[in-house]
Structures are given as C-alpha cells and as structure tokens.
C-alpha cells in the first residue's frame, strides 16, 4: 500500500494563502507525473493540479493563476501553493499520482476558507 502524507491545510479568511506538502515514496516518484486533487463536501473529486517529470503543469480552470503545483525530487516533495482562496476552495486535498491515481489514498489535508 502506497503511503502518501498531505499536510498544510488549515482555515483562512478569503484572499488568504495556504501551502500544502505531500511526501511521496521514492521508489515511484521520481518517475511519475503527481496531481493535487480536492474533493467538496457532496462532491466527486476532482484534479486540481499535475506536474510531470519534465515540470510541465495542468491546472483546472478554476484555479489557474492563483494556484502553484511544484516539486523537489530530492525530497520527494510535491507541493500546492494557494493563493487568493476563495469559499469554494473548501475541500480535502489529496495527492495521488497524476495520471491513473492509486486506489489507495493519503487521509488528505482540510482547507476551509472562510470569514
């Protein structure tokens, strides 16, 4: 079973930023595309954000310009820097394999955005 550690998560007010870190293992990340994914409250979830090994990045449209996905495989690190959130951010977030995630996935980190 693949462990995977999301952490960074937290409440903040709208217009607020927050960072999110996953530790991956080493013997599959350095050669994998990785995704931040969210899932809402009564909602599926959904890719919010994948990089590649070659540092290429896709972003949901509802997020471009104010989200960051970016990786340090010396640390087999991918992290999500979020900025301007908005109440509709409120989700856990979860990293996965950016193409055909694993079946099993991390607890995830909350992110509530709210006054």
């Known amino acids: 079973q693949v462990q995977l550690v999301e952490s960074g998560g937290g409440l903040v007010q709208p217009g607020g930023s927050l960072r999110l870190s996953c530790a991956a293992p080493?013997?599959?990340?350095?050669?994998?595309?990785m995704g931040w994914y969210r899932q809402a409250p009564g909602k599926e979830r959904e890719l919010v954000a994948r990089?590649?090994?070659?540092?290429?990045?896709y972003y949901v449209d509802s997020v471009k310009g104010r989200f960051t996905i970016s990786r340090d495989n010396a640390k087999n690190t991918v992290y999500l820097q979020m900025n301007s959130l908005k109440p509709e951010d409120t989700a856990v977030y979860y990293c996965?394999?950016?193409?055909?995630?694993?079946?099993?996935w991390g607890q995830g980190t909350q992110v509530t955005v709210s006054s």
């Open positions: 080493g013997s599959f990340f350095r050669s994998t595309a």
């Open positions: 990089i590649t090994t070659s540092d290429t990045t």
């Open positions: 996965n394999r950016g193409w055909s995630p694993f079946n099993s």
